[in-house]
T-cell receptor, first 115, second 114 residues
């Protein structure tokens, strides 16, 4: 099973709302990632969790708050977002890249629209 | 900081033709990943190139890696319409604390005309 699942698939929220994106994998991967992708651009890394600890935060605004409750789950909590935060949010997982011959596996993404 | 350049960024080609996408990166990396993305979809892993001289083929696509030249290529043979997509190359940056991440090129949007 090489599947990463994400919910919801689509999300529309107002600037005052609080919502969460969820990601799950059952491949035993110990690294999990959040990316943001705008149209016609490459994915931009937001956060990396390694062994359930936040290891990389790419200077992401605090209105995005990641959480890794256990090794299979990754959440992204959203609060007071701006319209420019509208994008495709991708979750990915992998073994530690330097220790693996495998790649990152991406979920289907959540299409977020902020009104 | 690791920089990744893909060339070309946009390619429109006829079915049946051959073409090559180039990926240059700025710092030492012993491996490289290629991904495909269809419009509105997520990323699909195509190739994992793990060492200098690595060559992998899948159908009409062949990828290679030259770590000394810091260059990877994705060659398309006898293109068909189904290969229309955006292709990303991505070398990893392995951090000092072994916290690592993948750095994506800007992507090559491939449009194959019937």
């Amino acid at each position: 099973d090489t599947e990463v699942t994400q919910t919801p698939k689509h999300l529309v929220m107002g600037m005052t709302n609080k919502k969460s994106l969820k990601c799950e994998q059952h491949m035993g991967h110990r690294a999990m990632y959040w990316y943001k992708q705008k149209a016609k651009k490459p994915p931009e890394l937001m956060f990396v969790y390694s062994y359930e600890k936040l290891s990389i935060n790419e200077s992401v605004p605090s209105r995005f708050s990641p959480e890794c409750p256990n090794s299979s789950l990754l959440n992204l909590h959203l609060h007071a977002l701006q319209p420019e935060d509208s994008a495709l949010y991708l979750c990915a997982s992998s073994q530690k890249l330097a220790e693996s011959t495998d790649t990152q596996y991406f979920g289907p993404g959540t299409r977020l629209t902020v009104l | 900081e690791l920089k990744v350049e893909q060339n070309p960024l946009f390619l429109s080609m006829q079915e049946g033709k051959n073409y090559t996408i180039y990926c240059n990166y700025s710092t030492t990396s012993d491996r490289l990943y290629w991904y495909r993305q269809d419009p509105g979809k997520s990323l699909e892993s195509l190739f994992v190139l793990l060492s200098n001289g690595a060559v992998k083929q899948e159908g009409r696509l062949m990828a290679s890696l030259d770590t000394k030249a810091r260059l990877s290529t994705l060659h398309i043979t006898a293109a068909v319409h189904d290969l229309s997509a955006t292709y990303f190359c991505a070398p990893p940056r392995v951090g000092v604390n072994r916290d690592d991440k993948i750095i994506f090129g800007k992507g090559t949007r491939l449009h194959i005309l019937p």
